[in-house]
């Protein structure tokens, strides 16, 4: 039942139309069984047509989309699964203009869209780095300078980030969070929300992760021009040139969004043949929200 690869064309043949989308959102929301929102009863009759469930004691109608990050779609319910599924199989993403010339929807709409898309990729942090971990802070946007150290230039968007590596040292898994500035209060975030107390840490010399280290297993290295700290230094550099090459412009409220879609593709690239089930399984989970929330949203 479950979709798996990345093969185009097969997706094609199990996705031909809306109704065969429908019936793979109903079959992911309930796997576990039908329980009216509203009256808790679970004998339901199924409408043909968009595969509704229709509560057979209060008369409730729930749609495969409703409570999704599918509600109240803008265009057809396959346009949404083609977008997810080339969200989930590129390495490059895909801005919101080439989405709406693709797809034949207004820009605003495939912003929207590919913003939910985002909000399901974000990271629920149940899984905590452990092992070798190497943390810094880097800066994106504005004008790029060669002077090392910390910049204060407000343009920029200061940033950091984990990265998690194998055992031969290569790049498992990586995250980013915003920062509001270097201070060990912001530091922190990154750690309680992705590492775990056993991971053994490394940073450069800043002052800022002394205090962190009082609960966290951290080094502390002079960064040696990023010699000491490689695979975290080619990540930044990576996620900085895509950043810059897919999106002519990041809003500042959204960085965490693009990061997250960045993390998301190399955090599940060991389980590359599920990852665009595992996309809709948590567009279902999540919470629905709207243009203007996401437009608001910091
Ligand atoms: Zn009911």
């Known amino acids: 039942m479950k979709f798996e690869g990345e093969n185009i064309i097969k997706f094609m043949e199990r996705f031909p139309d809306d109704h065969s989308c429908l019936k793979y ?22 409408r043909k047509k968009n595969l509704a469930r229709d509560c057979n004691r209060c008369h409730h109608i729930e749609s495969p989309t409703a409570d999704t990050l599918f509600h109240s779609l803008r265009f057809g319910i396959r346009k949404a699964f083609m977008i997810v599924f080339e969200m989930s199989a590129t390495t490059k993403g895909l801005s919101s203009s080439q989405l709406a010339k693709r797809y034949g929807i207004s820009r605003q709409t495939a912003w929207a869209f590919s913003h939910k898309v985002r909000i399901a990729m974000q990271s629920n942090g149940d899984h905590p780095m452990k092992g070798n971990v190497q943390v810094d802070e880097f800066v994106f946007g504005g004008k790029e300078t060669l002077k090392q150290g910390r910049s204060t230039d407000s343009k920029k968007k200061k940033l950091i980030g984990a990265v998690e590596l194998t055992e031969a040292g290569k790049v498992k898994r990586v995250y980013f969070d915003k920062l509001v500035d270097y201070s060990s209060k912001s530091l922190t975030r990154i750690f309680d929300n992705h590492i775990s107390k056993e991971a053994r840490v490394l940073t450069d010399k800043w002052t800022g992760y002394v205090p962190i ?16 700290m490689k695979q975290m230094h080619t990540i930044i550099h990576q996620v900085k040139s895509w950043l810059r090459s897919v999106f002519s412009w990041v809003h500042e409220g959204h960085i965490e ?12 690239s060991i389980y590359r043949r599920t990852i665009f089930h595992k996309l809709i399984e948590r567009m279902i989970i999540a919470k629905p929200t709207t243009y203007q929330l996401i437009k608001v949203s910091t």
């Open 25 to 46: 959102l109903s079959e992911v929301k309930w796997s576990n069984g039908f329980t009216c929102s509203k009256c808790g009863h679970q004998k339901h009759t199924i």
């Open 213 to 228: 280290g009082k609960y966290f297993n951290i080094e502390q290295k002079y960064s040696d021009k990023g010699g000491s």
């Open 257 to 268: 969004k693009y990061l997250a879609e960045y993390s998301f593709r190399i955090n599940r």
